[in-house]
């Protein structure tokens, strides 16, 4: 009897360690990503943890949410995190104070956008001495404002404009509906909300042109040296999700993502949601100069430091590059065109 349990123990033992090595084979391996404002942006990375497709590739993603720029940088400062998803604003003010980040992939190149006015407001003249909804100063929601002013030729220092910092996008949505500020840039489905509630558009950003590439993966340095197969994983996983999010066969799939995270009580807003998010994602996800250029003197008028910036020393498109070389980007294009 005695030999028998000490066979069957040496058998358990045996099965629990094949167990333990086949674990640790394919188990995926865990991924904090910070990120900043709750819209159709974040998208791209919602989708690949729901959808599976960041545990394609061995990593367990998850994503942990802060209401302003400054908060995420300092939680990258910090070391305890080491990727984020934010916008190029955020990323080039850390910068100028010394961090050491890299541009990794950015898919987010599509402004869909409006410009929500209280009713009362019927031109852009009327737009002087009035207040405009934003997250923080010199995040993303700031951004896309201030490239819409730009845009307009509406100089907000000329015009008197003032920014309120209110809070996510929802909140800087109720704060209109409430009169509690004047005039707010918000994406399709938000703006539909307010239309609802009787507000209107004075402009359409998704009109105008030019290099826009606004949201996306950033890491340390020292991050993508000593771990650039975790970074280029990670960065398939999100290509992918783009992928997906544009085949008409999972819009009622990544519909359902958007109404879950953005807490949509609607299912007309999450369909605008999802309009908004196939307009604005796209493949051409390496670092585009020109259009950092842009952001970069955009932001430098609030910080100078930023104008001092070598976006060269920012961007890193080595990760895009070898996607390129290996042909798995022009695989997920023609996927995309199928």
């Not at 404002?145 to 109720?174: C, F, N, S, W």
């Not at 209107?200 to 290099?211: C, I, N, R, T, V």
């Not at 992928?243 to 009580?265: A, C, M």
């Not at 961007?315 to 070389?325: K, N, W």
Request: proline letters at 4%; charged letters at 20%.
């Amino acid at each position: 009897m005695t030999t028998i349990i000490i066979r069957s123990v040496r058998i358990l033992a045996a099965v629990v360690f094949v167990l333990g090595c086949f674990q640790a084979v394919y188990s995926a391996e865990p991924l904090l990503v910070v990120n900043g404002a709750a819209n159709e942006s974040i998208a791209p990375m919602w989708v690949g943890i729901e959808k599976g497709f960041f545990k394609k590739y061995s990593l367990d993603v998850r994503m942990l949410q802060f209401r302003s720029g400054p908060l995420l940088t300092a939680t990258l400062a910090s070391g305890n995190v080491q990727v984020a998803w934010t916008a190029q604003s955020t990323a080039l003010t850390a910068a100028a104070w010394g961090m050491n980040l890299s541009s990794i992939a950015s898919p987010i190149n599509r402004i869909a956008r409006n410009l929500m006015v209280r009713k009362e407001i019927k031109s852009l003249e009327e737009l002087r001495g009035r207040t405009f909804g934003v997250q923080s100063i010199g995040g993303g929601f700031w951004l896309y404002t201030m490239i819409l002013l730009e845009h307009l030729r509406l100089d907000p220092e000329k015009y008197q404009l003032k920014m309120r910092v209110i809070g996510d996008t929802a909140t800087i949505t109720q704060a209109l509906i409430s009169n509690n500020v004047d005039a707010a840039v918000l994406p399709y489905s938000f703006s539909e909300i307010a239309k609802r509630a009787g507000f209107h558009s004075l402009a359409d950003a998704a009109e105008f042109k030019g290099p826009f590439q606004l949201t996306g993966l950033y890491a340390l340095k020292d991050f993508v040296a000593l771990h650039p197969e975790i970074v280029t994983r990670l960065t398939q996983g999100m290509i992918e999700a783009v992928v997906y999010i544009h085949d008409p066969r999972n819009s009622r799939e990544v519909t359902e993502v958007l109404r879950k995270n953005l807490r949509f009580s609607r299912a007309e807003d999450a369909e605008a949601s999802y309009k908004v998010l196939r307009i604005i994602a796209t493949l051409d996800v390496a670092p585009n100069l020109e259009a950092w250029s842009t952001v970069q003197r955009i932001v430098s008028r609030l910080n100078p430091k930023v104008g001092q910036v070598d976006l060269r020393e920012v961007l890193d498109g080595r990760i895009v590059r070898t996607l390129e070389e290996s042909r798995f980007l022009p695989e997920m294009r023609r996927k995309l065109t199928d």
